[in-house]
């Protein structure tokens, strides 16, 4: 009755320690998945702000040019300044990126969207501007980094739904609560988002 008592006991222990192994496998691989796909996110909002930036590196030369014709609207060269100040004030870190956060950011970056597309149709009337060197560098340069940003951004949005699928699938959802582990907030369209930048050459 000893032996028999001892086998079971021993037959118990074995499987505690699979499972324990089993789980411990799943919690190591789960976490590791969650931190690769967490760092593809953080990379891709890294590439946002990349192509964000280069589009605020524009304005100073912009402006250079935009000043040397003295009749232009001053009002409108303002706006897109002021603008930029606002969109390049804004730090976000992206391992704590929220709602709100993606908001603010959007909402500063479609400020200076739009008062660059405002400038761009009033320069319509300014047909020596328009064929100046220096602003048709800056409207090809614009256009490129505009059709970068529609692109890193649904890049950044790829990558933070399979993020958030995987933090929120049973039962990895159980260990990125435990873990910590955050759903990342996505890029929401804005209205024209679909179009290309309206930029006149001729």
């Known amino acids: 009755?000893?032996?028999?008592?001892?086998?079971?006991?021993?037959?118990?222990?074995?499987?505690?320690?699979?499972?324990?192994?089993?789980?411990?496998?799943?919690a190591k691989n789960g976490y590791?998945?969650?931190?690769?796909k967490e760092q593809t996110v953080d990379a891709k909002w890294s590439n946002i702000q990349t192509v964000?930036?280069?589009?605020?590196?524009?304005?100073?030369?912009?402006?250079?040019?935009?000043?040397?014709?003295s009749k232009f609207e001053q009002?409108?060269?303002t706006k897109v300044v002021e603008a930029r100040s606002k969109a390049t004030s804004i730090n976000i870190n992206?391992?704590?990126?929220?709602?709100?956060?993606m908001a603010k950011f959007q909402a500063a970056q479609g400020e200076l969207t739009g008062a660059l597309s405002r400038l761009m149709a009033v320069v319509e009337s300014y047909p020596n501007l328009k064929a100046d060197q220096q602003y048709i560098n800056f409207q090809r340069e614009y256009i490129a980094i505009e059709n970068?940003?529609?692109?890193?951004?649904?890049?950044?949005?790829?990558a933070a739904k399979d993020y958030n699928i995987a933090i929120k699938q049973f039962p990895n959802n159980i260990l990125a609560n435990f873990t910590n582990f955050k759903e990342k907030p996505l890029f929401k369209a804005q209205a024209g988002a679909e179009n290309a930048p309206s930029v006149f050459t001729e």
């Open 52 to 69: 964000y930036q280069k589009r605020a590196n524009l304005i100073p030369n912009l402006e250079r040019t935009v000043k040397s014709y």
């Open 32 to 36: 590791n998945n969650f931190v690769d």
């Open 148 to 158: 970068s940003i529609r692109v890193e951004t649904v890049n950044y949005n790829d």
């Open 94 to 101: 992206p391992s704590n990126l929220t709602e709100e956060d």
């Open 1 to 26: 009755m000893k032996n028999k008592g001892c086998i079971s006991a021993i037959i118990i222990g074995v499987v505690i320690i699979v499972i324990l192994l089993i789980g411990g496998l799943w």
């Open 75 to 77: 009002e409108t060269l």
